[in-house]
Each structure stands twice: as C-alpha cells, then as structure tokens.
C-alpha cells in the first residue's frame, strides 16, 4: 500500500483491508502493521500546528478590534496603526502591479502630442500653477491600433520651479523623432505607458510599503 493510501486508510476505516490488521492508536500515534513493518503516522505536529493557527488568528482579530477602538476615541497608536497599515495594503498592490509592468512587452508607436501642462488650470500666480507630464501616442497591437496617454506609472505634479524633473522626465522616453517605444500590457493591450517602473521607483515603493509598520512596531512594540 503507498503512503497516501495508507493515509487514505487511517482516516476512512479503522483497519487496513491489505494486511487485515486492526490499527491501534496511541497517544495522538496511529499504527498499521503489514508484513512486520510497521508504519507510523502522527498527528502530534499538524494538530499543534493547527492549534497554532487559530491561536494567531484570533490574535490578531483581537488586537484589530483593539486597535479600531483606540483610534475611534483619537488615541495615537490607534491612529498611527491605521495609517500604517493603509500604506501597507496600498503599496502593496502598487508594488505587485510595478513588478508586472516590468514584464511588459513594447512595441514602436507614434507620439502625436507630448511635454507639460498646466495641471488643474492656470494659477492667478505662476509660482503657484501647478505641471505635469502628458503624452498623446498611438501604436498597434495584433492588428488593432489604439491610442494612449500615459507617460510614466507615476504621477507627478509640481510647481514652476521643480518643473525641470517634468522635462527630465520626458527626456528619458525612448524617442527617434516621432516615434516613440512603448510598453502595454500583453492582456489589455489598451493599457500602456512610455516608461516602465524603474529599480529607484521600487525602491521608494518599498520604503512606503514596509517602513511605517516598522517604525510603528519599534515605536509601540
């Protein structure tokens, strides 16, 4: 009998059909004996496994509860928690879709528009106007042409005297006149972008996605 038959055995029928003797348990052991061998499964290990578990989980269900209380009535490590803890879940689907579009395929399109803009309108002041990157593109995908205007995964918006990294920002697209590399996603082809996550990017993602607990668990822990 294989191993997983035997396991199929202890747990369904209390004897083993093949060698026709009766299994005996014994402390949390259970035994079957075949041609004078004896095989022994125990369930010592999975069951203080399992104890565990649900140990942590209601744990941590507790401590949830405790920590939405202390925030609900304005408490600090309540609130610190919280923020710590939005960041956390946050970045974390930022980091796993970074991670994805890094594995983007590209293709050659055209860029029909591109540079910064005023973002949200013109301010009265121009120190206060507000800029960011924008693009108009078009390119093909297995037959089927699409447009799209996204330039990097983020989104920057600055003011007139940081507006250098804007143009910075444009210049490291990968450009021979008007036709530019594009990266869209191989699923959704109309999903795109002129830049993919670079290592500085994932670096800062990382930081956002793991620092605030940490400095909340040295803080409170």
Not at 171 to 190: T, W
């Amino acid at each position: 009998m294989s191993g997983r038959r035997l396991w199929l055995a202890l747990i369904v029928i209390p004897e083993c059909s093949l060698c026709d003797r009766r299994l005996r348990i014994n402390n949390g052991q259970l035994f079957a004996h075949r041609n004078e061998k004896r095989f022994v499964l125990s369930f010592q290990k999975i069951w203080k496994i399992e104890n565990r578990s649900s140990t942590n989980r209601a744990n941590s269900v507790e401590y949830l509860v405790s920590m939405w209380e202390l925030a609900r009535a304005g408490d600090k490590q309540g609130v610190v928690f919280f923020i710590a803890l939005y960041c956390f879940l946050i970045m974390s689907l930022s980091l796993i879709g970074q991670l994805r579009m890094r594995q983007w395929p590209s293709v050659r399109g055209k860029l029909l528009d591109g540079g910064t803009r005023t973002f949200g309108g013109s301010d009265r002041y121009d120190a206060d106007t507000r800029y960011v990157v924008s693009a108009l593109y078009e390119y093909e995908v297995d037959g089927k042409r699409y447009q799209g205007k996204r330039v990097s995964p983020w989104i920057f918006v600055t003011n007139r005297n940081a507006r250098g990294i804007l143009d910075h920002q444009f210049k490291s697209v990968d450009r021979h006149g008007d036709l530019v590399k594009i990266f869209y996603n191989p699923n959704n082809p109309k999903k795109s972008t002129l830049l993919k996550p670079g290592k500085f990017g994932l670096c800062v993602s990382f930081a956002i996605w793991i620092g605030p607990l940490l400095a909340y668990g040295a803080s409170y822990h």
